[in-house]
């Protein structure tokens, strides 16, 4: 199983980022997909997931409006969109597939927002 996050970087505040998730070794497409994000110094939270058809999206309040999950399950791939970036948005970005008892995480990818 693995997973693997891209197109984290730096950003200036307003700015925008899409990052990618690359899934192998499991039926990515009978998996809840999530992103997470862990600041310096606070604990990882849930960012925004997609059901496993991709017909189902829900976001944390923080990001409604400036963010867009998506997934393609032909390519084993998920993206998050991110609009309107902040300082508070700093963290590093994980991607996350659940199903029933099974749960599995990527490394991570850094997303700075600085002026």
């Known amino acids: 199983v693995r997973l693997v996050e891209s197109g984290g970087g730096l950003v200036q505040p307003g700015g925008s980022l899409t990052l990618s998730c690359a899934a192998s070794g499991f039926t990515f497409s009978s998996y809840i997909m999530r992103w997470y994000r862990q600041a310096p110094g606070k604990e990882r939270e849930w960012v925004a997931g997609i059901s496993s058809a991709g017909d189902v999206t829900y976001y944390v309040d923080s990001m409604k409006g400036r963010a867009t999950i998506s997934r393609d399950n032909a390519k084993n791939t998920m993206l998050l969109q991110m609009n309107s970036l902040k300082f508070e948005d700093t963290a590093v970005y994980y991607c996350?597939?659940?199903?029933?008892?099974?749960?599995?995480w990527g490394q991570g990818t850094q997303v700075t927002v600085s002026s």
């Open positions: 996350n597939a659940v199903r029933g008892g099974l749960n599995f």
